[in-house]
Structure formats: C-alpha cells, structure tokens
C-alpha cells in the first residue's frame, strides 16, 4: 500500500482489503508508516514484490532478494 497519514489508518485500509477478498500476506504497509519515530534505523528490506520476474519496491528489498538469489 502507498504510504498513509497513520499507522491506524494504514491498518483501517488493510483490512477493508482483506474484506473484500484479498489474502493478508500479499498486503505490505508502507514502511514509512512503521518507522517508529522516522527512524532511519528501520529495515525496509521487506516492502516489495516481484512482477513479471522484476522485483520492485524499495532499494534494499530489491538489493536483498538478488543476494539471495
């Protein structure tokens, strides 16, 4: 999901995905909304997806899954 005005909102907006059908672990909250304080000590490296074989999402998780593969 794009990034949202609060934590609560982001949570709100989970779940009426979820209603409508979709599977929970497909649903990424922003990191931005995680971030305790805007830490910049926060691992982002799992907000991302691979479409079509590409990965896409933030620098590190991007960084992190060719390390892996």
């Known amino acids: 999901m794009s990034e949202c ?3 609560d909102v982001a949570n709100s907006r989970k779940q ?3 209603s ?3 599977d929970e672990s497909i649903i990424k909250i ?3 909304n ?4 805007n830490s910049e ?3 982002d490296s799992y907000y991302g997806a691979k479409l079509l ?4 999402g933030t620098e590190s ?3 992190k899954q060719l390390k892996t593969k």
Not at 34 to 37: A, I, T
Not at 53 to 56: A, E, L, P
């Open 16 to 18: 009426e995905l979820i």
């Open 53 to 56: 074989g590409s990965y896409i």
């Open 41 to 43: 000590l926060f691992d």
């Open 30 to 32: 922003h990191p931005n």
């Open 61 to 63: 998780y991007i960084s």
């Open 34 to 37: 995680l971030k305790p304080n």
């Open 5 to 7: 005005i609060s934590l």
């Open 20 to 22: 409508i059908g979709l």
